[in-house]
């Protein structure tokens, strides 16, 4: 590692190395949406939990406007707002929240599964979460479920909820011995993509598989030293070492995003199952031709244009690995959040030699190089957006790529259609 450069930036990668992306660190301002964002497509793929979020009303705004709530809709998600209180206070804070889980658990019989999740406002930290969900667990036992996390917008990125919501769970999945052999794709996926690969995995005679997060709160299956995973959404690194420490496998792969990174995720559960070649070929041949047909069109509009990252999601390598492989763009500089070198290994060895790879934020700084380079296409977080396309960029929001399917062969298309689409957009408006 070489020595810090001026300013807060820290080059990673080895100097006259002339393999691999260029990584650098930076510290400084950041620009991201906090972890409660993440109940938008939860509350989706969970069928029958309720997501209550402790926070203040700016919670419940962001929330609100997040998930786009109609009135009518009896969401599975609400916030317990707090008020202020000194620490001698506390003791209403929880008889008030006790009163909320008591009012939720009786209107909506249907929920077997009840998040608390904690917010970054101070008079939320001062109250035990985690002591409150394992004493309403044992008021609700055999009704409802009553878990906690953090959806904290403190130093963490809006990805960051899923994780810590699916760490939690982890540690409550039933023991599996040695002997018994599964593979578990763990990471929220639309109900499409997991029936699509639940779909390849049996014809591939995979299995058992099992998915984590499952549709219903219920399905938590058990996890031992037999059980092999996958990641398919690259910010779940605490929920990958908590079923480490459970004594489950990681399968190493890019993630499955594209013809190409899904092709290389599936390969990497056929070889830990030892699948014929032969037979995994056949397998993906029809779903994998029609991907490339999928984005044949798209690559003819995206070849060649220049596309920058700002940290917001981290699905910004596997996307960035994804645009430039598979529809030819061009990397200027492809910025993360966080960058955990052991779940992006695969990913990082597909990026081109020499592009920067920042992880971390100095908002300003990254700006300067935003304007400087003036890309094609600028992928980022909501707030920064407008501020952009006022200046005549075209930006992508990379919340959209959350709330998208866009894993698997069936969705390679519409992920490149999503970048198309501003382009596109700026055609019109200059005709
Ligand atoms: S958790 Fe923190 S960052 Fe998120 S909406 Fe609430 S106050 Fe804002």
Redesign the pocket.
């Known amino acids: 590692m070489s020595g810090p450069l001026p300013t807060a930036i820290h080059r990673l990668s080895a100097a006259g190395c002339d393999c691999g992306p260029d990584l650098h660190q930076e510290h400084g301002q950041r620009a991201v949406?906090?972890?409660?964002t993440s109940i938008v497509w939860l509350h989706r793929k969970i069928q029958d939990a309720f997501f209550l979020?402790v926070?203040?009303r700016?919670?419940a705004?962001?929330?609100q406007s997040a998930a786009g709530v109609m009135i009518f809709a009896e969401p599975r998600f609400a916030t317990a707002v707090l008020q202020d209180r000194d620490l001698a206070g506390m003791a209403d804070c929880n008889d008030e929240l006790d009163r909320v889980v008591a009012q939720v658990i009786a209107r909506r019989p249907e929920i077997r599964t009840l998040f608390l999740v904690s917010?970054?406002?101070s008079e939320?930290i001062k109250l035990d979460l985690g002591t409150a969900a394992r004493r309403l667990g044992e008021r609700y036992r055999g009704r409802v479920r009553v878990a906690a996390y953090s959806?904290?917008?403190?130093e963490t990125t809006f990805t960051q909820g899923e994780d810590s919501c699916l760490k939690g769970l982890v540690n409550e999945l039933p023991a599996a011995t040695a002997a018994q052999r599964s593979l578990l794709i763990v990471g929220a996926l639309p109900d499409i993509v997991e029936d699509q690969f639940q779909r390849l995995f049996d014809e591939l005679g995979i299995g058992p598989v099992h998915f984590l997060p499952g549709r219903s709160s219920a399905d938590l299956p058990a996890v031992g030293a037999g059980t092999r995973y996958l990641l398919a959404q690259p910010f779940l690194s605490d929920t990958a070492r908590a079923l480490d420490k459970r004594g489950a496998r990681a399968l190493d792969a890019p993630f499955p995003l594209g013809a190409e990174g899904t092709a290389a995720w599936l390969a990497a559960a056929a070889q830990a199952w030892d699948i014929p070649k032969a037979r995994f070929d056949a397998v993906i041949a029809a779903p994998q031709a029609r991907a490339r047909r999928a984005l044949a069109h798209h690559r003819e509009r995206l070849s060649g244009k220049r596309i920058s990252f700002l940290p917001d999601s981290q699905l910004e390598l596997p996307l960035a690995r994804f645009l430039h492989r598979e529809c030819g763009m061009r990397l200027l500089e492809v910025g993360t959040p966080y960058l955990d070198r052991h779940t992006a290994a695969a990913e990082l060895a597909l990026l081109p030699t020499g592009v920067r790879v920042t992880e971390g934020q100095d908002l300003d700084r990254q700006l300067d190089r935003i304007r400087a380079d003036r890309p094609d296409l600028t992928v980022c977080g909501l707030g920064i957006a407008n501020p952009l396309e006022a200046e005549g960029l075209r930006t992508k929001w990379s919340i959209e790529l959350t709330f998208t399917p866009i894993q698997g062969f069936d969705q390679a298309g519409d992920l490149a259609g999503l970048f198309t689409r501003p382009l596109d957009r700026e055609q019109r408006l200059r005709f």
Not at 151 to 154: D, E, L, R, V, Y
């Open positions: 949406f906090c972890g409660l979020v926070g203040s700016t919670c705004h962001l929330i917010s970054c406002p939320v959806g904290s917008g403190i």
